[in-house]
């Protein structure tokens, strides 16, 4: 069964590149229609997808984060990785990745979560 970790900085200042990865076991990230997936939750706020990498490396991005939001892969690795540039106090939450088969859903895996607060 697919395992999903978050790994990365809990703390990041305003303006800084925030960098997260997702190191996933049980299955490749390049597995026939297995879509990998960002998603974050403010405090008190509801869960938010943020963009997905596909199986095939291509990726799509919700539209009011395209201007400052990426998400690559190191397939030698195992590893797909979120890039957010000029963070701000607002972007502080619990960051996850997910993974499954189609597009982003509820029935899709996911990581436990890390933390990550902005703040100077």
């Known amino acids: 069964q697919v395992q999903l970790v978050e790994s990365g900085p809990g703390l990041v200042k305003p303006s800084q590149t925030l960098s997260l990865t997702c190191t996933v076991s049980g299955g490749a990230i390049t597995t026939t229609n297995y879509h990998w997936s960002w998603l974050r939750q403010p405090p008190g706020q509801e869960l938010e997808w943020m963009g997905t990498?596909?199986?095939?490396?291509?990726?799509y991005i919700k539209n009011s984060l395209k201007s400052r939001t990426s998400i690559s892969r190191d397939t030698s690795k195992n590893q797909f990785i979120l890039h957010l540039t000029s963070v701000n106090p607002e972007n502080t939450s619990v960051y996850f990745c997910?993974?499954?088969?189609?597009?982003?859903?509820?029935?899709?895996?996911r990581g436990q979560g890390t933390q990550v607060i902005v703040s100077s």
């Open positions: 997910a993974g499954g088969i189609g597009p982003w859903s509820n029935q899709h895996r």
């Open positions: 990498i596909r199986y095939t490396g291509s990726t």
